[in-house]
């Protein structure tokens, strides 16, 4: 268990949802405890951030996607291989709460059944200008069988709790990770090659 194998699993985690919702700002709180200065996202990148799961690190690669349609095609190639998603809506935007479902069809469609995904209710920060209940998340999350959490990127509320979530239930439930570029199954050791394109 100790084995090598074990300090080098990698998860590929997509930031997803409507432009706008604080996709970007939410990567920026979880890695670097700082709001990056406002750019809508034109392109893909990546952020990395190592947690612990039973005193196993896991590193974390999260993708942060861009929301904007005119982005769309480009935004949803890179779910394919994704373990993890964070589907992100903004409580003061009914709309980008209504387009979750969109992106769930979209994360399906491109990752699989399987894969695994939380719900944010951002900017929980702004209840004045609240628009969607929080029940309106809870149910909506409850439906689909996936955690919620309602998260303010600009205040650091329940980022980390949402990504530690997400980061055990993919230790926990899934048959495989990333090890660097080869994939491994966490519960049967392995045998021969390290790269499933050799067997
Ligand atoms: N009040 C408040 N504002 C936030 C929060 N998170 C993000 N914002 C603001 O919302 C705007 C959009 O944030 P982004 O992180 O760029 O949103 P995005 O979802 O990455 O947008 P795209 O890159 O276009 O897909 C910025 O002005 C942020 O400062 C939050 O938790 N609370």
Redesign the pocket.
């Known amino acids: 268990m100790a084995g090598s194998v074990y300090n080098n699993l990698v998860a590929k985690l997509v930031?997803t949802?409507?432009?706008?919702?604080?996709?970007?700002?939410?990567?920026?709180?979880y890695t670097e405890n700082s709001?990056?200065s406002?750019?809508?996202?034109?392109g893909i990148d990546f952020k990395t951030k190592t947690v612990l799961i039973d005193e196993t690190p896991l590193k974390l690669q999260i993708w942060?996607?861009?929301?904007?349609e005119r982005?769309h095609t480009l935004?949803v190639s890179y779910f394919r291989g994704a373990h993890g998603f964070v589907l992100?809506y903004?409580i003061?935007n009914s709309v980008s709460f209504e387009n979750t479902s969109l992106w769930m069809k979209d994360i399906k469609m491109k990752a699989g059944e399987d894969v695994e995904v939380v719900l944010l209710g951002?900017?929980?920060?702004?209840e004045d200008e609240r628009e969607v209940s929080k029940e309106r998340g809870e149910k909506l999350a409850w439906e689909y069988g996936i955690p919620f959490f309602e998260?303010?990127?600009?205040?650091n509320?329940n980022i980390e709790k949402a990504f530690q979530m997400l980061s055990e239930t993919i230790y926990a439930r899934r048959s495989s990770v990333l090890v660097t570029q080869n994939v491994v199954n966490l519960r049967e050791p392995r045998k021969t090659s390290s790269c499933m394109s050799c067997r």
């Open positions: 930031m949802g409507d432009s706008n919702v604080g996709k970007t700002c939410i990567v920026s709180s709001l990056p406002y750019l809508s996202t034109v942060d996607t861009a929301g904007q982005f935004s992100v903004d003061t951002n900017k929980c920060d702004r998260t303010s990127a600009k205040e509320i």
